[in-house]
Nanobody
Framework: VQLQASGGGLVQAGGSLRLSCTASGSIFRVMGWYRQAPGKQRELVADIDSSGETNYSDSVKGRFTISRDNAENTVSLQMNSLKPEDTAVYYC???????????WGQGTQVTVSS
């Protein structure tokens, strides 16, 4: 299984960014994004299962939208109204169908300036 994440960068507060992650090598039941800020634990941002059911952290509800393309095995995270507290390294995570094995992508930095 290989994961390739893209997106991220530096943006001013109130701006938008889009993250994408393409997975290969299997079929995935759940695809999602986690983040880890300096000195903090890694936390779920949002995930989406193969039926399209989504799950969001309370801190991003109404601002972030997760979507996936099952044919392309891609999960995307549209981040709007970004806040400085959204600054973190964002990681893509996927859960393989049947075996439930999880895989992490390389992190991508998101920095929101005030």
């Amino acid at each position: 299984v290989q994961l390739q994440a893209s997106g991220g960068g530096l943006v001013q507060a109130g701006g938008s960014l889009r993250l994408s992650c393409t997975a290969s090598g299997s079929i995935f039941r759940v695809m999602g994004w986690y983040r880890q800020a300096p000195g903090k634990q890694r936390e779920l941002v949002a995930d989406i299962d193969s039926s399209g059911e989504t799950n969001y952290s309370d801190s991003v509800k109404g601002r972030f939208t997760i979507s996936r393309d099952n044919a392309e095995n891609t999960v995307s995270l549209q981040m709007n109204s970004l806040k400085p507290e959204d600054t973190a390294v964002y990681y893509c995570r996927v859960t393989r169908i049947v075996t439930e094995q999880t895989y992490w992508g390389q992190g991508t930095q998101v920095t929101v300036s005030s």
